[in-house]
């Protein structure tokens, strides 16, 4: 089943972020590119299999039924909700960080 991917303005800014950081901090254009072609790869790949990913590992998360996907080349997640066909996207984040509390603090959960 294919499913609509939304992705809220909160996670396309956090992505805007992430992209404009490698690009003007790091400067490097190419990297900056990758991820932006990563997360629009990842995207389509949630579009097919949203409903087989795992859910997060936070007990709050998970009782509001968000779940994660990781980026396919970069160690960037993307956490979602599914309503029915749609799947929205509420937040982008590196692995690296406490993302399911810094998501957590972001939504007021």
Request: aromatic content about 12%; some cysteine.
């Amino acid at each position: 089943m294919a499913y609509k991917v939304v992705i809220t303005p909160m996670a396309e800014h956090r992505l805007s972020s992430y992209i404009g950081y490698t690009l003007n901090i790091l400067k490097n254009r190419q990297a900056a590119k990758a991820i932006a072609e990563d997360a629009k790869a990842t995207r389509i790949i949630l579009s097919n299999t949203a409903s087989m990913n795992e859910y997060c590992t936070n007990e709050e998360l998970r009782r509001y039924g968000y779940k994660k996907i990781k980026f396919q080349k970069h160690r960037y997640i993307m956490i979602y909700r599914m309503d029915g066909d749609i799947v929205v996207v509420d937040g982008m984040f590196h692995e690296l960080q406490d993302y399911e509390n810094l998501f957590l603090n972001e939504i007021g959960i």
